[in-house]
C-alpha cells in the first residue's frame, strides 16, 4: 500500500514563507521524479515544480526565484520552501511521486494541503 503525507499549508501573510514536506511509504522500490502540483479554485491543476532523483530540478514561471523545491532520497521525501508569498499562490497543493513499486509502476498523489496567502 503505498502513501503519501503532506504537511506544512496554512494561512501566511503577503511576503511570508511556508515549507512544504511529502512523505512516501509503502512498497517502493524506487522513486525517479518528486513534485508539487497546485490548483486554484475554478482553475486546472499545474506544475509547481519537480525535481530528478539526482536533485535536477523544473520551475513554473510564476514561482521561479521564489520557490526552491528539495529531496532527501534516503527518506522518500519532498520539501518546497515557499518564500515571497503572494496571493495568486493560494491553492492546495498536491504533492506527486513516480517511479517504481516491488509490483509495478507508481504515480501517486498526495490528499493535498492548502496553502492561503491574505492579510
Known amino acids: 500500500q503505498m502513501q503519501l503525507v503532506e504537511s506544512g499549508g496554512g494561512l501566511v501573510q503577503p511576503g511570508g514563507s511556508l515549507r512544504l514536506s511529502c512523505v512516501a511509504s509503502?512498497?517502493?522500490?524506487?522513486?525517479?521524479?518528486m513534485g508539487w502540483y497546485r490548483q486554484a479554485p475554478g482553475k486546472q491543476r499545474e506544475l509547481v515544480a519537480d525535481i530528478t532523483r539526482g536533485g535536477g530540478a523544473n520551475y513554473a514561471d510564476t514561482v521561479k526565484g521564489r520557490f526552491t523545491i528539495s529531496r532527501d532520497n534516503a527518506k522518500n521525501t519532498v520539501y518546497l520552501q515557499m518564500n515571497s508569498l503572494k496571493p495568486e499562490d493560494t491553492a492546495v497543493y498536491y504533492c506527486n511521486v513516480r517511479g517504481w513499486t516491488v509490483v509495478g509502476a507508481l504515480d501517486a498523489w498526495g490528499q493535498g494541503t492548502l496553502v492561503t496567502v491574505s492579510s
Open positions: 509503502g512498497n517502493i522500490f524506487s522513486i525517479n521524479a
